[in-house]
C-alpha cells in the first residue's frame, strides 16, 4: 500500500481564481487547450458509461437493447472489443490506469492504495478537468464498500492516492447544462441499471432514460457518449459491446480491429494529449471510426 497521502482537493484553488461550481458541483481540473494526437478528435466532453457482465451479442443486435441499437446505427460499433480478465473490479483498474493493478477479484479496496498513474491524474496533471458520476453512491466522494444497489468494486478511481476523492459524484449532480461537464467523465450506474443485477431492458431503458438527451446534444455540441461493458458472461471469450456516439463519430461506422480496455484507455489520453498510463503506453488509439 502506497505511503502517500491523497491530494489536496482543488476547490479552494480553484474558487480564488474565480471558478465556479456548475450545478453538478466543482470537477477538477482546470481546462486549457487539447492536444490530440494524429488520427483522433478533441470532443468538448467525452463521457463513458460502463455496465455489466453480458457479452457481445447479448446486446448488439438484441431486441432488449433497442436504444443501444439506434445509438449503433447512427454512430460507431466496435465488432472486436474485449476486457482484459474476471470478474469485474480488475477490468476496471485496466481501463482507468492501464493494469489491473495486482487485483484478481472483487474485494473492496483500501482507498488511496495506488499512487499508479491513471487516465484522472493524468487529465489533472495536464489541466484538463474530470469527474466522475456514481448512481446510489451516498454522497460525493464517499469511499464506501458498499451501499444498496451501490458497488466500489465498480469505481477505481477510490483506489488512487491521487485521485482527489471529491471527484466522484453523485449520479444526481449530473449536469443538466451539459455544456458544464468536464472533459471527460465517467458514469457508473448502480447494480441494477448496469446489468448486474438487472436485465439488458433495464439498463438499456435507463440509458435511454439518463442518457439520451445528453446523447442528442453530444451529436452537434462536438461531444462523444462512449458505452462499454467490464466483462462478458464469460461464455463468448470476453468480447464485450463497446459503441461510440456523437458529433466526431462517423454515423453507421464500425471496426472489426480486435481493441480492449487499453485502447479505450489511450484513445482518451491522446484526445487531450497527456501521457500514457500502464499498457496504454503500449496499445492503439481506436480509428477508423471518426468524421472527417
Same mark, same amino acid.
Given at each position: 500500500m502506497s505511503g502517500e497521502s491523497p491530494r489536496r482537493p482543488r476547490t479552494a484553488f480553484l474558487t480564488a481564481l474565480g471558478v465556479t461550481a456548475a450545478s453538478a458541483g466543482l470537477w477538477l481540473g482546470l481546462g486549457g487547450t487539447s492536444h490530440a494526437a494524429a488520427g483522433v478528435p478533441t470532443p468538448d466532453h467525452v463521457v463513458v458509461v460502463v455496465f455489466e457482465n453480458h457479452a457481445y451479442n447479448?446486446?448488439? +443486435? %438484441?431486441s432488449s437493447a433497442p436504444y443501444i441499437n439506434s445509438l449503433v446505427s447512427d454512430g460507431a460499433n466496435l465488432s472486436s472489443s474485449y476486457a482484459e480478465t474476471h470478474p469485474s473490479q480488475p477490468n476496471y483498474y485496466a481501463m482507468f490506469s492501464g493494469s489491473t493493478q495486482g487485483i484478481t477479484d472483487d474485494s473492496c479496496v483500501t482507498?488511496?492504495? =495506488? /499512487? @499508479?498513474? #491513471? &487516465? @484522472? /491524474?493524468? &487529465?489533472? $496533471? %495536464?489541466?484538463? !478537468? *474530470? @469527474? !466522475?458520476?456514481?448512481? /446510489? &453512491?451516498? /454522497?460525493?466522494?464517499?469511499? $464506501?464498500?458498499? @451501499? +444498496? $444497489?451501490?458497488a466500489q468494486?465498480? #469505481?477505481? *478511481?477510490? +483506489?488512487?492516492? #491521487?485521485?482527489?476523492?471529491d471527484s466522484a459524484y453523485t449520479f444526481d449532480q449530473f449536469p443538466t447544462d451539459y455544456s458544464a461537464l468536464p472533459q471527460v467523465s465517467y458514469v457508473t450506474p448502480n447494480l441494477c441499471s448496469d446489468m448486474h443485477d438487472c436485465s439488458v =431492458?433495464?439498463?438499456d431503458t435507463w440509458l435511454k432514460d439518463n442518457l439520451g438527451a445528453y446523447a442528442t446534444w453530444a451529436k452537434t455540441h462536438n461531444s462523444l457518449l462512449v458505452i462499454t461493458f467490464d466483462e462478458d458472461n464469460r461464455l463468448a471469450g470476453n468480447k464485450i459491446p463497446t459503441v461510440f456516439y456523437g458529433q466526431p463519430v462517423a454515423p453507421g461506422s464500425s471496426s472489426s480491429t480486435t481493441y480492449n480496455h487499453y485502447n479505450l484507455l489511450r484513445t482518451i489520453e491522446d484526445m487531450y494529449g497527456t501521457a500514457h498510463a500502464g499498457q496504454a503506453a503500449n496499445s492503439d488509439d481506436i480509428t477508423g471510426i471518426w468524421a472527417s
Open positions: 447479448q446486446v448488439i +443486435g %438484441s482507498p488511496g492504495f =495506488s /499512487s @499508479a498513474p #491513471n &487516465l @484522472a /491524474s493524468e &487529465l489533472i $496533471d %495536464s489541466g484538463k !478537468t *474530470w @469527474a !466522475t458520476y456514481n448512481e /446510489s &453512491l451516498p /454522497s460525493q466522494g464517499a469511499t $464506501d464498500c458498499r @451501499a +444498496g $444497489d451501490y468494486k465498480h #469505481n477505481p *478511481w477510490f +483506489g488512487f492516492s #491521487n485521485v482527489p476523492t =431492458s433495464t439498463g
